[in-house]
């Protein structure tokens, strides 16, 4: 059973007391079939440990990650890839070399459904977009 707590969607456990929180993208992560659900939890949960403050939501229908009100990251799953997205059309582009092994628009990276982000190059990603959401003078 789903009530609303607070504005938050629960679901009960059918009266023993114990509610588990259930947010949107964990419904957006439920609908996928493997091994695409692993691979956007692997990156989700990089992208969480790198920006642990992060809100997580829903933008234009996919996952996103939002940091004092700007979204600064999200991703997708699509038939035959899964995406990265900055919300940005110069991140990509400014990591060039760092990207050059993905295909890739203006704004998303896609990679296999079956191999995460390397951590290293999500937090490049995170790092450029922040700095350019928040160091603007």
């Known amino acids: 059973m789903q009530v609303a707590v607070g504005g938050a969607p ?5 009266g ?8 949107p993208i964990d419904e957006y992560l439920a609908s996928l079939g493997e ?6 939890t692997s990156l989700r949960d990089t ?4 920006v642990p403050q992060a ?8 996952p996103a990650f939002k940091l004092r009100g700007k979204t600064v990251a999200g991703f997708a ?3 035959n890839h899964l995406s990265y997205l900055p919300h940005s059309g110069s991140v990509i582009p400014q990591l060039a070399e760092e990207t050059a092994a993905y295909a890739s628009t203006k ?3 896609h990679f296999p459904v079956d191999e995460p982000l390397p951590a290293a190059l999500v937090r490049k990603l995170l790092e450029v977009r922040m700095a350019e959401a928040f160091d603007k003078g």
């Open 16 to 23: 023993t007391g114990q509610v588990a929180t259930t947010s």
């Open 77 to 79: 799953a699509f038939k």
């Open 55 to 62: 809100e997580q939501c829903i933008s234009y229908g996919m």
């Open 107 to 109: 704004g998303s990276l």
């Open 35 to 40: 091994p695409k659900r692993t691979t956007l």
């Open 10 to 14: 629960v679901v009960s456990d059918g």
């Open 47 to 50: 992208i969480m440990a790198i």
